[in-house]
């Protein structure tokens, strides 16, 4: 997409405010808020909607359910802070990493729902450190002694060293492992996993189905797993915000925009533990069933530092990803600068995406890459293994990618191109780079594949 052509359109809101506190909610971190959060949303809703008041100080709070025409703002000063108890996330069945999966209810989380918001200067934190499992290689020898002192009992020997959970419970979960949907009733599978609610770590904020929305100047910080997960969502602006993790951070994923449409990000910054801008369509055969690409993106202006990559596409892409326009932004710092990824049995199509005007410095990684040969390693019983896909002749395809103005400074390769032997990738268009990089070009399968104007020096 070299021009855009569309807008995202805007919530409208009452000109009405809900003070938190006026519904019996208490800050100082010591009292449970969920109760009086939930029900200034829930009457805010009911009478039109407005703006929910998080005032300046610490609340804590369980999971809470946005609703239509209500914007929750936290003012500056405010931190949002989610506790963590077996009673209040409940499991329940929703989509992740592609298909339907058993996950802990999300501490934020809307469906159906019609012109939310969450705005203001305040500070969301899922406190996902309690809930996230950790791999040795990410931690100093210092901080992973730290951890055995913690929980001695927890961890785990893999072939990429250590790994420990952060209670017994979620190292029994994973154990037990996950059950399998597609050969278990909904109810007995949720039955079976019960015990190990915190193994199935929730998104932070999860938005389904829903329309008109807007994320606005707030710190989204800390979650169990992803970050913000809008699924299957129209007209969504999301700026002048910040989303973080550490950078140890397990499945830390910054923005996981998944089958929506009718999306601006603006002059957000990512500072993550996993891929940063992420666009993704579902995964597999079990996707392709429903139709929902991912089209009509605009991101513009954004700053990424640490992250698996700054924009990515995949590898979750089988419902498709096109129409999308990525120019002005900079990676300081990520794994990867531009990353497409993807592998045979994942189908789909990613077409029609333009990307300029990139920075990049301190990248390990490639500048640019592209690649078919990416497949999820997961650990079973302490050993490794690839996913395989499902259907090899469902094959992903990468096209009619435009990507121009690209410079940056140490990096480890400049661009790499790894198609399939049967589906190369193909008719991509790269111009205008200029970079300082100690391997310059590899491709393997690709096929129409234009250079202009291309400066790779060591």
Known sequence: MEKLD????????????????EFGAVSGGLILNSRPLQEAIDFAAGHGGGHVLVPGGLWLTGPIELKSGVDLHLEEGALLLFDKSKEEYPLHITDYEGTRRIRAISPIHARCAENIGITGRGIIDGNGHLWRMAKEFKFTSREWEEKRSVSPDTFLSTEEGEVWYPTSTAFEGFRYGEPDLSKLDDVKALEMAAPYYDYYRPVMVELTHCSRILIEGVTLQNSPAWNLHPLFCDNLTVRNAWIRNDDSAQNGDGLDLESCQFVEIDRVNFDVGDDAICMKAGKNSEARRIKGPTENVYIH???????HGGFVVGSEMSRGVRHILVERCTFIGTDIGIRFKSAAGRGGVVEDITIRDINMVRIPGEAILFTMGYALKTMKNGTLSIEAPEDAEDLPEFKNISISRIY?????WGIRIDGLEQMPVHDIHISDVALQAKHDIDIVNGKHIFFKNINIKG
């Not at 202006?301 to 992250?307: K, Q």
């Open 6 to 21: 569309f807008t995202a359109a805007l919530p409208e809101f009452k000109e009405k405010t809900y003070n938190i506190a």
């Open 301 to 307: 202006d954004c700053t990424v530092y640490r992250g």
């Open 408 to 412: 940056g400074r140490d990096i480890q």
